[in-house]
């Protein structure tokens, strides 16, 4: 799903986007990428998505994402295709990625051409 309001900056190095926002992976990616982050039900084989609470169990065993954020204990729920990526805190870890990829959607620049209505007639 394309968002509307951020440019997204990626493709990032699966190998190097984990490793940038200190997360552990025991397995090499080598060359592969991931574009885009999105939620289970919108990921495709490109992107990363997240899985962080057993309520969503069906869902996630449906998803196409190709690595997926999720504790230890749901990473079952997962079809095959998906990489389970293990962190502690997956809601956190995935701000932190997302952060990679829009870097522009964390900061609240006040546009200067806006025109001010309380001086309007």
Known sequence: MKNPFFKNVGPFDVNKLFKSTDIQIKKNFKNKKIYN???LTFATDKDLTFFHSKRYSSIANQTKASFCLTLENLSKYLPKSCNAIIVDNVL?????ITKKFYPFSI????????KDISKSP
């Not at 956190?92 to 932190?96: D, E, P, Q, R």
Request: aromatic share 6%; net charge negative.
């Open 37 to 39: 982050v999105a939620d």
């Open 92 to 96: 956190l870890a995935m701000a932190n």
């Open 107 to 114: 900061v609240d620049d006040f546009d200067e051409t806006a």
